[in-house]
């Protein structure tokens, strides 16, 4: 636990230090009676925490010994403040808290706010029980606090609390001190928790909050450690299963018993429509309406009315699940070879090349991607090129698709119109579905959020402590991210996880695939204003993702210049910060793997530049998540507009093509049964959801960061309302950016 046990607990000036502990208690009553009735807490599994000491049997409390008169009056609450019933207790258990002072006389009363969870031997995350506040008097003088100590008793069972924070309140007109904590507290450390003030490194060795903070972050070193899950690919937290995590990482109970419940009820209805199905035929679109129940919405609805219209299939390109590919066309694609008799599609193509209306969406990427054995039946993959125009009125309509780039079996690959036959026409459109499907959920998903916001958690756990005012900034946004990603790597990209069970990159070709995007990813491409530029779309009609994205870019850089521009008034101090600059290095060349020469910086030497990557920190696991996240339900809930695999090879000739060959290359109804209950899984909207900027935890201290605060959460309900009133316009309105639906970290 990062700080535990620090040697800073203790004064370092002796002759002017106090110590304070709260006085003897005993072990706690059994409750009364509770007017509701309370949730189960379901015992957790065997095991050994690498990283935690072992649970023994312990006392369960006693306190201090304390000759002055104090008083201890705990209220019992929910820990999520909502969705559990209150239960109260009168007595506590037992926090020993030590008060450091400094010279100042002061005559304090601390508030310890803690969550009282119960755990038995194995020392994975706690499940949660209560939450109680401690109010205690102290008549002696104790100065002005540096730093609070606090240690937990126990008795029988390790039963770990996690503190929020403390407050100290001193007579009369008197400041209240803060200490953050939003840990758990747990074993026989003490926890020594500096005042909340946000300090930067300092240049004198002896200073006990230097010492803090580097033997904070020596501990934390040791705690959080890098590991490679697979070669060329970003480091990760070196967890091999979710128990393996440091417990500060881990979900909460809420969090834990939704996120395991939704998978057990996707597999029950992945049971039921199986037996459903099960004597009836598959032989025609209609018959996926069999499984088109349960979990979906109105949007999902609406796009399996209209999933085959032209005008809906652009329209995804710009505001669908995957806005991140399509870009200008400034020349026609090299790959795009017109046989003889397309003069016609030739001429047109160049008008709108001269107009600044042709758009490419190139999956170039996935060629030489090996596909999926499911089964023992071969998958099959392509590597589609759409060329679309942009009508007068801003739709975005397909003029040819190239589902296979040249090769030399096939030097001139077949062309598909919209003109053509309609069931062969709808077969290349869904051949570039299932293709965008495997982009946006490993490249522009999986890679770009969760794995660079992973490298961004962990490179900030192990170079900047508890006291950096960076370090405060990010901690709200990597809530969650470390567990999220153990579990995608143990259950949806492991082998015989879900890729391996229904999509086509399943079987390793999705590692093949993420090592091709990490050599592509760059800093740019994590920029909205320089990706944008790059790919044409700035100021483009109805492109309501680019339209929303920076806008948000602009609320988030204004909150970030705040606070960086308070704590780093000139450029030489941010060339000066070492904790900073070790930072900025362990993620460019440790966590992305020497992605200097990607565009990353290898350090900072100003406050705009700082400014601009702490902004696409804090863009990427928010705002950028939220827009690639959200709309798995709404476009992938119907199966065929977003098939993640097909089962037969692309087609080369279009009169060949009936409804045999389209049934009998879009998943079948296993595949697209477990599909549909992924996609709710992961695109719904998480219960104990956090939305941008609204997180509860109180890591600054002083009026001046609660200032920027606040005036972020204002600048974000003004945009609010603007989406809110555009979409009652539209007819598909874009929500995902809303900033009331962007979750605060990447959690699932």
């Not at 054995?373 to 993959?381: P, T």
Request: glycine share 6%; with cysteine; hydrophobic share 35%.
């Amino acid at each position: 636990m990062g700080g535990a046990g620090s040697s800073c607990g203790t004064s370092p000036d002796p002759s002017t230090a106090s110590q304070a502990d709260l006085p003897e208690a005993g072990p706690l009553p059994s409750p009364g009676p509770s007017p509701e009735k309370r949730r189960p807490s379901p015992p957790f599994g065997r095991g050994t925490h690498p990283l935690l000491p072992p649970s023994s049997p312990r006392r369960p409390g006693d306190l201090g010994k304390c000759p002055h008169p104090c008083s201890l009056q705990p209220r019992g609450s929910c820990p999520s403040r909502s969705r559990l019933p209150r239960r109260s207790r009168k007595a506590s258990r037992t926090h020993s808290v030590g008060l450091t002072p400094a010279r100042a006389p002061l005559s304090s009363r601390s508030y310890a706010r803690t969550r009282r969870h119960s755990q038995s031997l194995q020392p994975a995350l706690p499940l949660c029980s209560q939450e109680e506040e401690f109010d205690r008097d102290v008549a002696e003088d104790l100065g002005l606090l540096q730093f609070v100590r606090l240690r937990k008793h126990h008795w029988l069972v390790d039963d770990a609390w996690f503190c929020d924070r403390i407050t100290v309140q001193g007579p009369g007109a008197c400041a209240e001190a803060a200490f953050p904590c939003y840990r758990w507290v747990q074993g026989e450390d003490i926890l020594s928790l500096p005042e909340g003030t946000a300090r930067l490194p300092g240049d004198n060795a002896l200073d006990v909050f230097q010492k803090h903070r580097e033997k904070e972050l020596k501990d934390r070193q040791q705690i959080y450690c890098w590991a490679t899950w697979k070669e060329g690919l970003p480091l990760t937290i070196a967890a091999e299963r979710k128990d393996d995590l440091p417990p500060n990482m881990r979900f909460h109970e809420e969090k834990r018993l939704d996120f395991e419940w939704t998978l057990k009820a996707g597999a029950l209805e992945m049971a039921l429509k199986r037996v459903y199905t099960l004597l009836s035929s598959w032989n025609c679109l209609e018959d996926f309406d069999q499984i088109f129940w349960g979990q979906k919405n109105a949007l999902a609805e609406k796009v399996h009315q209209c999933w085959q219209d032209d005008e809906l299939f652009g329209y995804q390109f710009v505001n669908g699940a995957n806005p991140m590919l399509l870009r200008r066309s400034t020349s026609l694609p090299s790959r795009l070879v017109l046989p003889s008799g397309m003069e016609e599609l030739r001429a047109q193509l160049e008008k709108e090349l001269q107009n600044g209306s042709l758009f490419e969406a190139d999956f170039i990427l996935l060629d030489g991607i090996p596909a999926n054995v499911i089964r023992g039946e071969k998958q099959y993959l392509a590597a589609p090129l759409v060329m679309l125009k942009m009508e007068p009125n801003g739709k975005l309509l397909p003029m040819v698709i190239q589902i296979q780039p040249p090769n030399p079996s096939s030097p001139i690959p077949t062309l598909f119109l919209p003109s053509d036959p309609p069931l062969a026409w709808l077969l290349a459109k869904s051949w570039v579905r299932n293709s965008d499907f495997q982009l946006h959920q490993l490249q522009y998903h999986l890679l770009n959020t969760h794995l660079v916001a992973e490298v961004i958690a962990v490179a900030t756990m192990r170079c900047l402590p508890g006291l950096h005012p960076i370090f405060k900034l990010l901690i709200p946004h990597i809530r969650y991210t470390m567990e999220i990603n153990t579990r995608a790597r143990t259950q949806l990209i492991s082998d015989g996880g879900i890729f391996d069970k229904a999509v086509s990159t399943g079987g390793g070709g999705h590692v093949q695939l993420l090592r091709r995007a990490t050599a592509q990813l760059t800093y740019c491409s994590l920029c909205p204003p320089d990706d944008l530029a790059d790919r044409g779309l700035l100021g483009l009609p109805g492109a309501l993702y680019a339209r929303d994205a920076l806008r948000l870019w602009e609320i988030i850089a204004r909150y970030v210049e705040g606070i960086v521009h308070f704590f780093y008034q000139r450029d030489d101090v941010v060339r000066g910060d070492p904790e900073l600059q070790a930072w900025c290095r362990e993620i460019t060349e440790v966590g992305l793997c020497q992605a200097q020469d990607r565009g990353f910086p290898v350090s900072f030497q100003s406050q705009s530049q700082l400014c601009h990557f702490l902004t696409m920190c804090v863009f990427t696991c928010t705002a950028q998540h939220a827009a690639i996240n959200q709309g798995q339900l709404d476009w992938y809930a119907w199966v065929p507009n977003a098939p993640c695999t097909m089962r037969m090879p692309p087609p080369t000739t279009k009169e060949d093509v009936t409804m045999a060959t389209v049934m009998g290359s879009l998943p079948d109804v296993q595949q697209a049964c477990l599909q549909m209950a992924i996609s709710w899984h992961l695109g719904r909207r998480q219960p104990d959801m956090v939305p941008l900027g609204h997180h509860k935890e109180k890591y600054f201290s002083g009026p001046k960061p609660k200032a920027v605060l606040n005036q972020f959460r204002t600048d974000l309900e003004n945009l609010e309302k603007e989406i809110t009133a555009r979409n009652e316009q539209l007819d598909w309105p874009y929500e995902y950016l809303k900033p009331s639906c962007i979750e605060n970290s990447v959690t699932i």
